[in-house]
């Protein structure tokens, strides 16, 4: 069983950045396609950025350019750096691993992955 802990959720004003990280339990984390979604209020999840274990990274047309997924295995972190943040990126971020997949096109689907974390709010005012 893994457990993903996120953190680094705020307020930014727009034009801002934050960086999220999320944190997994267990030894194969290496081993592991990550993933950051999120879900804005009265809206559905949605995908943001993809990091397979082949370390190849996929994003949301929204978010190309702006954000930049990573990861650092060594210590089982998977990190969002998000810059020029808009109103429109307000949400709750999500990370979620699966040891199953890591072609983008499963990345980018929420029922491709295993484990969630239990979210983290951004807020970005204008």
């Known amino acids: 069983q893994v457990q993903l802990v996120e953190s680094g959720g705020g307020l930014a004003q727009a034009g801002g950045s934050l960086r999220l990280s999320c944190v997994a339990s267990g030894r194969t984390f290496s081993r592991y396609s990550m993933g950051w979604f999120r879900q804005a209020p009265g809206k559905e999840r949605e995908f943001v950025a993809a990091?397979?274990?082949?370390?190849?990274?996929y994003y949301e047309d929204s978010v190309k350019g702006r954000f930049t997924i990573s990861r650092d295995n060594a210590k089982n972190t998977v990190y969002l750096q998000m810059n020029s943040l808009k109103p429109e990126d307000t949400a709750v971020y999500y990370c979620?691993?699966?040891?199953?997949?890591?072609?983008?096109?499963?990345?980018?689907?929420?029922?491709?992955?295993?484990?969630w974390g239990q979210g983290t709010r951004v807020t970005v005012s204008s």
């Open positions: 979620a691993g699966t040891e199953r997949y890591f072609d983008g096109s499963y990345l980018r689907r929420i029922a491709s992955y295993e484990y």
């Open positions: 990091n397979s274990w082949l370390s190849s990274t």
